[in-house]
């Protein structure tokens, strides 16, 4: 029987998030809320056991970089740099808000879906960091995957998967469709971790275009 399972576009305090519950190929529900709690009450209701997250599950340290974010840019995936805490505190404009935003999403589904730190998934209810960028560089090549073309592009890429993407009204339920898909693939043992338990794994379909 397919496990439920989730995926969160992280955005500001004016946008909020996104949030797409999946099962098997189907959508079960696409909503957007600013209160981190009603995401997890949604994966609660749907009995959900994976859930993908868009936004970084740690802050860089003030030693540099986080291997995560290292390694994809030696395959050629850019990702966006995360600053320390410190410095995202910083800064006058907000310009992080969205980070801060996605720390609480972590902070509130923790108690049932604690953070994957470790290098393999076994078993049971986790969260996890993912992209959809590195999720479509995964999927279609590194050389096809273009951030111009997200919008056709992404939602192309689900209903190459069999998904109905008719529910999903914008990029960003389709980009949390995607890290919805990726929370599949880590059941099904079909995706691989960049980083490190310091500096937080970021989970990415596990694919021979990986390696391209």
């Not at 393999?120 to 096809?144: H, K, N, Q």
Request: a positive charge; one cysteine or more; charged letters at 25%.
């Amino acid at each position: 029987m397919m496990s439920g399972v989730a995926g969160i576009d992280v955005g500001g305090d004016k946008k909020g998030c996104h949030l797409v519950v999946l099962k098997g190929t189907s959508i079960l529900c696409s909503v957007n809320s600013k209160a981190p709690e009603d995401l997890v009450q949604v994966c609660a209701e749907h009995d959900v056991v994976a859930v993908g997250i868009d936004s970084p599950c740690q802050w860089r340290s003030a030693d540099g970089a986080r291997q995560a974010e290292r390694e994809l840019a030696r395959k050629g995936i850019t990702s966006f740099s995360t600053p320390t805490r410190q410095l995202a505190l910083s800064n006058a404009k907000n310009f992080y808000g969205w980070m801060f935003s996605g720390e609480r999403v972590y902070q509130a589904l923790a108690p049932i879906y604690p953070l994957l730190a470790e290098k393999a998934y076994s078993s049971g209810r986790v969260s996890f960091e993912t992209f959809p960028y590195a999720i479509t560089c995964a999927m279609l090549g590194r050389d096809v995957a273009s951030a111009k073309r997200k919008r056709t592009q992404r939602r192309e890429l689900l209903e190459r998967e069999g998904i109905d993407t008719s529910l999903l009204k914008s990029i960003d339920a389709v980009d949390a469709a995607l890290c919805a898909l990726t929370a599949r693939f880590l059941l099904e043992g079909k995706t691989y971790p960049y980083g490190d338990a310091t500096g937080g794994y970021i989970w990415i379909p596990a694919t021979t275009s990986r390696h391209s």
